[in-house]
């Protein structure tokens, strides 16, 4: 498996690139195994169309083929996929085929999947339709996994309120509305466990791939002095910045680039003591961060 040379990590709180590898079969806090292990995805924009600049839509099942054997041997708690799964189409009908051949191919990986909503998701389809075909409940809502508590966050609204869907939206709008900020906060408050945010749009910058409203929501997040992290996709590159405390980790796109060596997905490892690491194949950038406490 090739593996990206360049790592980074944190050393006295800057982010420092190195040639340098991780030793395989060490794990977060000295520890031989991690407390849990998550497989991360993101940004697939799977669609049976021909390639555009960068995006090869009809690639991706063989990208997510490869990250599947991978990702199997990691024996994951759970998987996410943090947004785009799906690229645009014409009619209702082509787009729901595009979901239900990647979901069948997803799900077969691991029981138990989580999906943040991206923009492309709700091109022409509805949320409603999405998550029934899925089989997700919610946009957003929050679980616990081992001594962990993960919250799934839901940016596809409008400035106004409105939820995105059916070609209805600029994608330079997101935002996350009142009422989820209110459930946000009361969410944080009821778990005293140490908390890993998704998200789809970015979290951390000011940007047309940030949320419109991103600094109320970050005070939720610094608030609660309880989120270790969040991780997030959206503007397809490898991006790391700490705000508060927190941090903020971009993970590469899947569908950038031709063939599999142009392909990207991790394995989120934490160990009980709050200590993060994250490892990426292909082009997905490695990380490491120490307990804060």
């Known amino acids: 498996m090739q593996r990206l ?9 800057v982010l420092v690139l190195s040639s340098s590898a991780v030793i395989p079969g060490t794990a977060v806090g000295g520890d031989k195994t991690p407390a849990l292990q998550i497989g991360l995805v993101t940004d697939l924009h799977y669609a049976d169309k021909p390639p555009a600049g960068t995006r ?18 990691h024996k994951p708690a759970f998987l996410v996929e943090l947004g785009d799964f799906i690229d645009a189409a014409d009619s209702v009908k082509t787009e729901l085929g595009y979901l239900k051949k990647i979901n069948r191919d997803f799900s077969a990986i691991c029981k138990n999947r989580h999906h943040v909503l991206g923009n492309h998701c709700v091109y022409t ?3 409603k339709e999405f998550l029934e075909t899925v089989g997700q409940k919610k946009s957003y809502y929050s679980f616990d996994s081992g001594n962990f508590h993960f919250i799934v966050l839901d940016s596809c609204f ?17 935002n996350i509305p009142k009422a989820e900020l209110d459930w946000l906060r009361a969410d944080l408050k009821s778990t005293s466990k140490k908390t890993v945010v998704f998200a789809h749009q970015r979290l951390d910058v000011s940007s047309v791939y940030g949320v419109k409203n991103a600094p109320a929501v970050r005070k939720i ?10 991780f997030q996709g959206h503007s397809h590159e490898n991006d790391h910045k700490e705000i508060g405390g927190i941090h903020y980790c971009t993970l590469v796109a899947m569908i950038e680039g031709s063939g599999v ?10 160990s009980d003591d709050g200590s993060i690491r994250l490892d990426g194949f292909r082009n997905q950038g490695d990380y490491q ?5």
């Open 5 to 13: 040379s360049r790592r980074a990590f944190l050393k006295n709180g």
């Open 56 to 73: 090869h839509y009809r690639e991706t099942p063989a990208k997510l083929a490869e990250a599947a054997a991978e990702l199997s041997k």
């Open 125 to 127: 389809l509805t949320k």
């Open 158 to 174: 409008r400035t106004d309120g409105q939820p995105y869907g059916r070609k209805n939206f600029e994608w330079t709008d997101p």
């Open 221 to 230: 997040l610094e608030d609660s002095k309880q989120v270790l992290a969040v």
């Open 261 to 270: 060596s142009h392909n990207g997905y991790s394995v989120l490892k934490l």
């Open 289 to 293: 961060w120490p307990s804060s406490s």
